[in-house]
């Protein structure tokens, strides 16, 4: 079986069903798609599209992810479950409606987004980075995670940990152009913001299309409120990922000088990354997660892509108490 993957549209045009196969036509002509070998769709232009296209996705289940002109998520059209399970919704509302069934969850979540942090301030404090203090203080906010006792305070921590995180990438990138100064967002103020909002919408949405291969609802998260937002499962479970996907990227992408100064504009109150950088940062990204890493549990490779999707398994064996959740902690 061939490895389906992401297919990603940057043009304006017309996205529409051809006989058994997807054709996507812009003014420049025609680009058939065997739909066999798409996993799901990001879509970055103005793309047209029909009832019949949709139906067509749903048949194969193929995820659409659309963005806005400013690379801002928008949504997605998320077919028919067809691994949903009854079972597993009563028990994912159970967590979450119980405070502490809910908070064990969402603790575990911080733990692992905190300390797959650390992992990556050693790696580069090993390398001559003097990130020993901040490395000391995310283990720290790390350690207290087990005394919290609500969601808010959790968020709290989580939060002040990862702008101490943060601070730290002038240091880890030593360049001026792409100086953290602070977290911005909608829109990012800076190029360094621009490529953390562009990488943590990309891997929001990647850990949605790999829920819907699962039993689990994606409406139902614990550590971002279950309210009125479509999705926030994968929210949760994309923290644990963040730095180990997304911000060793940007420094790999910073470092080798593959995105400078030239890939970014300025639009209306903020920064916008040309097509070139997107195209460059998704390049990598893809090859990333197509990356293997030996895997201790299971005693063979196993991709960053296939991670996100073995976290959701432990998650679901988690709620129907089969075995206890323990995030995922990168060995490097």
């Not at 077919?79 to 079972?87: K, Q, T, V």
């Not at 959701?312 to 129907?320: D, F, G, M, T, V």
């Amino acid at each position: 079986m061939a490895i389906q993957k992401t297919l990603y549209i940057f043009s304006d045009g017309t996205l529409r069903r051809e006989g058994n196969t997807l054709c996507y036509e812009t003014g420049e002509g025609k680009r058939f798609l065997p739909v066999e070998d798409i996993q799901e769709i990001m879509a970055f232009g103005e793309v047209e599209l029909n009832k019949k296209l949709l139906e067509f996705l749903s048949q194969h289940e193929i995820l659409l992810h659309y963005f806005n002109y400013y690379d801002y998520y928008m949504g997605t059209f998320y077919p028919r479950e067809h691994y949903n399970s009854g079972f597993i919704t009563l028990k994912q509302a159970e967590h979450y409606l119980n405070e502490s069934l809910r908070l064990e969850l969402a603790k575990s979540f911080v733990s692992g987004a905190l300390r797959n942090i650390e992992t990556v301030l050693k790696y580069y404090h090993k390398r001559g980075v003097p990130l020993g203090e901040t490395a000391e203080k995310i283990k720290n906010a790390e350690e207290n995670v087990a005394g919290i006792t609500d969601i808010a305070e959790l968020m709290a921590l989580e939060g002040n940990a990862r702008e101490e995180y943060y601070r730290a990438f002038d240091l880890i990138l030593d360049n001026p152009v792409f100086a953290f100064e602070k977290r911005t967002r909608r829109p990012p103020r800076n190029n360094l913001n621009t490529l953390i909002s562009f990488g943590n919408s990309l891997l929001y949405t990647i850990v949605l299309s790999e829920i819907y291969k699962t039993h689990l609802d994606p409406r139902i998260g614990y550590l971002h409120a279950t309210n009125f937002r479509r999705f926030s499962l994968n929210l949760d479970v994309a923290e644990i990922f963040k730095p180990i996907i997304i911000d060793r990227l940007i420094f790999t992408l910073v470092d080798k000088k593959m995105i400078d100064e030239s890939d970014f504009e300025k639009e209306t109150g903020g920064i916008v990354l040309k097509e070139k950088g997107r195209k460059r940062f998704i390049e990598e990204l893809d090859k990333r997660l197509n990356t293997t890493i030996n895997h201790r549990a299971v005693g063979r490779p196993v991709s960053y892509r296939r991670l996100i999707r073995m976290e959701l398994y432990k998650i679901e064996k988690h709620i129907i108490g089969e075995e206890p959740y323990r995030p995922f902690i990168a060995q490097w």
